[in-house]
């Protein structure tokens, strides 16, 4: 049996390694804020993104203005008063929808106007829709929901052959294509591990390496043998482990909460999840070295981390609808390649034209910070 022995160096530098890695797993599990932020305030955010953040619209109130009664009429308004994306309230004139539009009680007027089912029989029928602009993202989600009500009607007139629709031969089919469910929730859940892996990664690691440089503790490491490297090595690893768990716990829940698909391969997602960690990981080591400070590590990784992280990413909003100065800012924030190759993943699949990019970035940054943490911390040794 071949036994190989490492050389006295090296096998110092592991022995110290793992005793500090011991030692900093040890101190986490007798952190409860640790374990609250990294066990549990995943499944929280979890929780309050999938089911109290969503850009769908359910029950919206509208008003149907029908001025006179026809068959046509009644067919057309049945689409909102059956759907459950409306809470439908006919009246019989326009002054009563203006009344409760501006009472808030109605966020949309549907109005039929009295010769509806004569120009019905003529096909030069038309509805006017009216919307409470007053949060433009509702009153487009508004117009697109009336629109998809009266082309409901349409399209089931037609198929019962009814004078509207009879004399038409050409039909419009949509399809959502890599969201099936057309739920917001599909996109908005993978963009939330992206939160959860800052939090570990960049908001912990940053208040707890601070504490530790306030207290006076490295100073004691310094006294030691010990190597930089070793240091923060011994840092990461069980951050790392913590981070790979909230990941896990994040993509259990939503399958299992939500039911959002995960079409791509599992390992390229854990691959991915690793490289923006390590990243996340460095930008909390390098924080903390500069400030030495708890406060000062928790104000500036919460603004250089986790608002670009909610704002700048993709996560809610399109960075593509975004002026061109922001769409340029946005390229320096790794949480932006994280969270497009995370909604490809769940979403598309594996494409690798989206993923390699994203992996690329997002290595060399790891790099880039890790060496930046090493050398910060041996000029305080010095």
Same mark, same amino acid.
């Given at each position: 049996?071949?036994?190989?022995?490492?050389?006295?160096?090296?096998?110092?530098?592991?022995?110290?390694?793992?005793?500090?890695?011991?030692?900093?797993?040890?101190?986490?599990?007798?952190?409860?804020?640790?374990?609250?932020?990294?066990?549990?305030?995943?499944?929280?955010?979890?929780?309050?993104?999938?089911?109290?953040?969503?850009?769908?619209?359910?029950?919206?109130?509208?008003?149907?203005?029908?001025?006179?009664?026809?068959?046509?009429?009644?067919?057309?308004?049945?689409?909102?008063?059956?759907?459950?994306?409306?809470? !439908?309230?006919?009246?019989?004139?326009?002054?009563?929808?203006?009344?409760?539009?501006?009472?808030?009680?109605?966020?949309?007027?549907?109005?039929?106007?009295?010769?509806?089912?004569?120009?019905?029989?003529?096909?030069?029928?038309?509805?006017?829709?009216?919307?409470?602009?007053?949060?433009?993202?509702?009153?487009?989600?508004?117009?697109?929901?009336?629109?998809?009500?009266?082309?409901?009607?349409?399209?089931?007139?037609?198929?019962?052959?009814?004078?509207?629709?009879?004399?038409?031969?050409?039909?419009?089919?949509?399809?959502?294509?890599?969201?099936?469910?057309?739920?917001?929730?599909?996109?908005?859940?993978?963009?939330?591990?992206?939160?959860?892996?800052?939090?570990?990664?960049?908001?912990?690691?940053?208040?707890?390496?601070?504490?530790?440089?306030?207290?006076?503790?490295?100073?004691?490491?310094? !006294?030691?043998?010990?190597?930089?490297?070793?240091?923060?090595?011994?840092?990461?690893?069980?951050?790392?482990?913590?981070?790979?768990?909230?990941?896990?716990?994040?993509?259990?829940?939503?399958?299992?909460?939500?039911?959002?698909?995960?079409?791509?391969?599992?390992?390229?997602?854990?691959?991915?999840?690793?490289?923006?960690?390590?990243?996340?990981?460095?930008?909390?080591?390098?924080?903390?070295?500069?400030?030495?400070?708890?406060?000062?590590?928790?104000?500036?990784?919460?603004?250089?981390?986790?608002?670009?992280?909610?704002?700048?990413?993709?996560?809610?909003?399109?960075?593509?609808?975004?002026?061109?100065?922001?769409?340029?800012?946005?390229?320096? @924030?790794?949480?932006?390649?994280?969270?497009?190759?995370?909604?490809?993943? @769940?979403?598309?699949?594996?494409?690798? !034209?989206?993923?390699?990019?994203?992996?690329?970035?997002?290595?060399?940054?790891?790099?880039?910070?890790?060496?930046?943490?090493?050398?910060?911390?041996?000029?305080?040794?010095?």
């Amino acid at each position: 049996m071949n036994i190989k022995i490492l050389p006295k160096s090296r096998a110092d530098s592991v022995r110290r390694i793992v005793a500090l890695t011991r030692k900093e797993t040890w101190q986490i599990l007798r952190d409860p804020s640790a374990i609250a932020i990294g066990i549990v305030l995943p499944l929280v955010l979890l929780i309050l993104f999938g089911y109290g953040l969503s850009f769908d619209i359910k029950h919206l109130p509208v008003a149907l203005v029908v001025e006179h009664s026809s068959d046509e009429s009644s067919g057309a308004t049945a689409g909102f008063r059956l759907s459950p994306y409306f809470s !439908a309230q006919q009246v019989g004139t326009m002054a009563e929808a203006e009344k409760l539009m501006a009472k808030g009680k109605a966020r949309a007027v549907v109005r039929f106007l009295p010769h509806f089912a004569r120009d019905a029989a003529l096909e030069e029928a038309s509805v006017q829709v009216t919307v409470n602009a007053t949060d433009s993202n509702t009153a487009r989600i508004g117009i697109s929901y009336a629109q998809g009500a009266i082309a409901t009607w349409l399209a089931r007139d037609q198929a019962e052959g009814q004078p509207i629709t009879q004399g038409a031969d050409v039909s419009i089919e949509s399809r959502m294509w890599f969201n099936d469910a057309n739920e917001s929730t599909w996109f908005l859940v993978p963009g939330l591990i992206v939160l959860v892996m800052t939090l570990i990664g960049a908001l912990l690691t940053s208040l707890v390496i601070a504490r530790e440089w306030e207290r006076g503790t490295f100073e004691a490491l310094f !006294a030691t043998p010990v190597r930089p490297g070793e240091i923060l090595l011994s840092k990461t690893v069980p951050y790392f482990v913590m981070g790979m768990i909230g990941l896990a716990l994040s993509v259990i829940g939503s399958q299992v909460l939500f039911g959002v698909p995960l079409r791509g391969s599992l390992w390229l997602l854990v691959l991915v999840s690793s490289l923006y960690l390590l990243v996340a990981l460095g930008i909390g080591l390098v924080i903390s070295s500069a400030t030495k400070s708890q406060f000062l590590a928790n104000q500036i990784t919460f603004l250089v981390t986790f608002l670009p992280a909610t704002m700048l990413s993709g996560f809610i909003f399109d960075i593509r609808s975004m002026p061109l100065g922001p769409q340029i800012v946005t390229k320096i @924030f790794p949480a932006r390649y994280f969270v497009s190759s995370l909604q490809t993943l @769940f979403l598309a699949g594996d494409v690798w !034209a989206v993923i390699l990019p994203d992996c690329a970035i997002l290595t060399g940054m790891a790099a880039l910070l890790m060496t930046m943490a090493i050398r910060m911390t041996r000029k305080r040794i010095g």
